[in-house]
């Protein structure tokens, strides 16, 4: 695979006023999720789950590819219908979470680093064979007393550059994604340092380790108050500090940077991207590679009725996806 087709895969994956729908939550993820609005963690559901989500009529205006988790990629359609093959044939990119989830850093309490670099270059080469096009890798960073510690960030943009690098070799787009979480009482302020500093160090890995940034898609946080900071902050604030960190710290070669939800609400999410992008023009596309945002409105819809509310929750599903989709373009409408 030559870099000009994983670049011509990123900018695919950022292509004007399109995103990312993210539903490769672990099989323990989902559950905490199927927990919450009482629907049983079988396999069969989390299958007929992701059909609805990716079958979602006309979902290809607005959404340019889906993150699956390696048994949704392994799953088809009740037709019979592989789901990567499904999304091609529509012209979705087929994405591939990769890592194996955190792990607490030795000597590092309450810090955390994401495993999963074993035997990656063969489950690589593997999900390049089952259609996937890019592949995802997350590391965490929590904001607390005395944390980040140097060590938690160094650790984990090293893994990421290494998973970066495989990814490439193996004909994979890799979406790096450094999320600095929103749990805690630190103030935007805070949000910024801690997000400037793994920024920095997570492209000097990447340079370290060879990586063409040509190919990489940057998966970022954004620059928020912590969830349980009395000051929260205006929608221009939040759009505001977020480009100015990414301006600081985030070559312009890059072909394209999007955002996860993080546990913002679905209309705070929309809003801060699409002020982002009213205020551009920017270095990157900047774009949406929403979880929760895209989804919890929807499993609701579907988890009170399967069979009953099939349709609704797509509608649903497409709301939200239009919605992004204008905000991509800093065109919403105001309807999340
Ligand atoms: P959220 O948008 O729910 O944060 O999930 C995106 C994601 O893929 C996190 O890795």
Redesign the pocket.
């Known amino acids: 695979m030559s870099i000009d087709q994983l670049a011509e895969t990123a900018r695919a994956m950022v292509a004007p006023g399109k995103g990312i729908i ?1 539903i ?1 939550e672990s099989s323990g993820t989902i559950a905490k999720r199927f927990a919450a609005v009482g629907v049983e963690n079988s396999e069969a559901n989390r299958r007929a789950y992701r059909e609805l989500l990716l079958t979602t009529p006309n979902l290809a205006q607005h959404i340019s590819g889906a ?1 699956l988790y390696d048994e949704t990629l392994r799953q088809s359609t009740r037709d019979g219908v592989p789901f990567a093959k499904y999304m091609a044939e529509r012209g979705m990119i087929p994405g591939i ?1 990769v890592d194996k989830g955190t792990h607490a850093l030795a000597g590092f309490p309450g810090e955390l680093v994401t495993e999963g670099l074993d035997g990656l270059r063969e489950r690589l080469a593997e999900y390049a064979r089952l259609g996937a096009r890019f592949a ?1 890798w ?1 590391a965490v960073i929590t904001i607390g007393e005395d944390m980040p510690s140097g060590t938690c960030i160094e650790a984990n943009a090293h893994a990421l550059a290494r998973y970066a690098a495989l990814c490439q070799e193996q004909g994979l787009v890799p979406m790096v ?1 450094p ?1 600095v979480l929103m749990d805690g009482d630190h103030d935007i302020e805070t949000c910024y340092e801690v997000t400037e500093v793994t920024l920095r160090a997570l492209f000097d890995a990447l340079y370290n380790q060879n990586v063409m940034l040509e190919g990489t898609i940057l ?1 970022a946080s954004m620059v928020v108050p912590g969830k349980d900071c009395p000051e929260q902050a205006e929608v221009e604030e939040v759009a505001e500090s977020t480009l100015m960190c990414l301006k600081t710290a985030v070559p312009a070669i890059l072909p394209g940077i999007v955002f ?4 913002q609400s679905d209309e705070d ?1 929309t809003a801060h991207l699409d002020a982002m992008n009213r205020m551009g023009p920017h270095p990157w596309p900047l774009s949406f ?6 989804q919890q409105a929807a499993l609701k819809l579907w988890a009170q009725d399967m069979q009953g509310n099939w349709q609704r929750a797509q509608q649903v599903v497409f709301a939200r996806a239009r919605a992004n989709g204008l905000a991509a373009l800093g065109q919403w409408d105001g309807n999340a």
């Open positions: 993210a490769d993150i979470k995802k997350r994604e999320e998966k996860l939800s993080g546990g999410a590679s929403y979880g929760r945002a895209m």
